[in-house]
């Protein structure tokens, strides 16, 4: 049998335990027809072969993000004003400004600040004011935890003196208890809801844009972590025109004011509608508590700094057992974002009172980010074949942690932070993404963060974070690869090229199994195929 595509002259690694090296590839209708030898698989091209000649570099399965906000992030970096860089009020104010003169949108919208440098005291309503100060203007912080609007957006929505927090949700009040204009968690689904409506169709150049994004870093697959009907109506139509260029899972949210019975069979009807072969929902989303930088972190002793406290679990904690024991038993995977060790501890008690009801079954439910972990929770994992979804770009020197997470956690609390050594070690089973656009989706300075657990060294030589929680080269392709496809239920067709597995292979500008570990962030993706065909190209390749 000939092939349509063969790549050779490449270092090839499968990420096949039998055969885990090879120097090219054969592809036939999208799938891996054989790996071997250069010789051998030209060995299977005619004259209508394309050749695609990797000069020695390196070759690896497509990379899989799974944990990433397509959709959304897409239509918010494609379209918003992009505050990712802003350090200050002034450049905040600036970028808002700019945007603001070129927009003839009826309300202003940015994304991306970070909420380690604004904060509740100094991002209001007024500080937006003197940016925008003809219209309506949202903001919405890289965490999606908090939000920030100026005086004519409180206008538009209602946001007034003596308006009651929603549920799971707070209205930043000033001395005189009134708005400040800053939101977290929930109170920005309430705003959201009385804003001027984004159309399907702006969602679904939200996706192209982040696809594309996607591809160009060499993703080929991704696991949406919060879908509503919205999101699977917009991938649904996509994947139906044959204009999606990676495989999307996805995972739909679960609200706590939903009854089990309730959510089950919303959740269900969802899963029955979408089980195609580049789209499906095959997961439930838990949020059981939000983030430190907003106190709304979940923690199991309280806060350590003065002015201590706690948040409440958002989900009742034999709410949790209840609900996980209904999805479980309905086959679904359960994803659960636990940032605090008090969540993380409820997400795991969730989890084995569904194996004690239900038994074991190879689900490799997700607990997401795990920034917080007590020690005795490390082995449970393992146990309950839990996975470990981390972001490790996040577990190094910088304000959201030096100046903010660590106080409240205290010394004792703050050895265990991000503390993937541990959890790899007790035998966790774990994947690496992004959260994007939390922060970037580029995979190659996660995976260098997570291997020196220090900012890159363009940044300047800061301290290393926790260097007792390093993780190796190996890991990091294993996390991107084939535990990612394990993770997003994508095994048997996807995570390694092995022949019959769909062709998703991207060629690198290096190899970063040997290059200089600080130069791992600064790889270009020069190639990616998906299902055989180019989906990025760079010189050599385009």
């Not at 949020?287 to 958002?314: H, K």
């Not at 949790?320 to 501890?345: E, M, N, P, S, Y």
Request: include cysteine.
């Amino acid at each position: 049998m000939s092939a349509d595509t063969i790549i050779i002259n490449g270092n090839v690694v499968t990420m096949e335990a039998i055969a885990p090296r090879a120097e090219a590839i054969a592809i036939r209708d999208g799938r891996i027809l054989r790996v071997g030898s250069t010789a051998d698989i030209r060995t299977l091209a005619t004259r209508s072969t394309r050749v695609i000649d990797a000069g020695g570099r390196l070759v690896l399965p497509g990379f899989q993000d799974t944990h990433i906000h397509l959709q959304d992030s897409g239509n918010n970096y494609g379209s918003n004003a992009v505050l990712d860089d802003c350090r200050s009020v002034a450049e905040l104010q600036a970028v808002l400004s700019a945007f603001a003169k070129k927009s003839s949108a009826p309300w202003v919208r940015g994304v991306g600040w970070y909420t380690g440098i604004f904060t509740d005291s100094n991002l209001t309503r007024q500080v937006l004011d003197a940016a925008v100060p003809d219209r309506p203007c949202y903001i919405l912080a890289s965490d999606g935890h908090n939000a920030c609007m100026n005086s004519k957006a409180c206008d538009a929505v209602g946001l007034v003196k003596g308006l009651p927090d929603p549920p799971n949700g707070h209205f930043v009040l000033d001395a005189g208890g009134v708005p400040t204009g800053m939101l977290h968690e929930d109170a920005i689904d309430w705003v959201m809801a009385r804003m001027p409506a984004i159309t399907e169709e702006e969602f679904a150049d939200g996706v192209r844009f982040g696809q594309a994004l996607c591809n160009r870093h060499g993703i080929t697959g991704v696991l949406d972590a919060s879908v509503n009907a919205r999101h699977a109506r917009v991938y649904q139509r996509l994947m139906d025109q044959d204009a999606l260029t990676l495989r999307v899972a996805a995972t739909a949210k679960v609200e706590p004011h939903e009854a089990t019975k309730e959510a089950l069979e919303r959740v269900k009807a969802l899963r029955e509608g979408c089980r195609g072969d580049l789209f499906k929902i095959h997961s439930a989303k838990f949020f059981l508590d939000g983030v430190l930088e907003n106190r709304t972190g979940t923690m199991l002793a309280p806060y350590s700094d003065a002015i201590g406290g706690n948040a409440p679990l958002m989900f009742g904690h034999n709410q949790v057992k209840d609900l996980f024991t209904a999805f479980d038993a309905a086959r679904f995977q359960i994803h659960v974002h636990v940032i605090g060790d008090g969540a993380l501890r409820a997400a795991l008690d969730g989890l084995q009172a569904a194996r004690e009801v239900n038994g074991a079954w190879p689900s490799l439910h997700q607990l997401a980010h795990v920034q917080c972990l007590d020690p005795a929770d490390a082995p449970r994992f393992r146990e309950l074949g839990a996975m470990a979804n981390i972001q490790p770009l996040w577990a190094r020197h910088e304000p959201s942690v030096t100046d903010v997470a660590l106080p409240m956690v205290g010394e004792e609390r703050g050895k265990w932070m991000y503390a993937f050594r541990n959890l790899i070690d007790a035998g966790a089973p774990f994947c690496l993404s992004s959260d994007w656009g939390v922060s970037t989706l580029n995979p190659f300075p996660i995976m260098e963060t997570a291997i020196t657990r220090q900012p890159p060294r363009k940044n300047g030589n800061h301290p290393v974070f926790l260097p007792e929680q390093r993780m190796t080269r190996e890991e990091c392709v294993r996390g991107y690869t084939i535990n990612a496809a394990a993770a997003a239920w994508w095994s048997e067709d996807t995570g390694s090229l092995s022949p019959g597995k769909s062709a998703d292979v991207i060629i690198l500008d290096r190899d970063i199994f040997t290059c200089d570990v600080y130069d791992i962030g600064d790889t270009e993706v020069l190639l990616t195929l998906f299902r055989g065909q180019p989906v990025h190209a760079a010189s050599p390749f385009s």
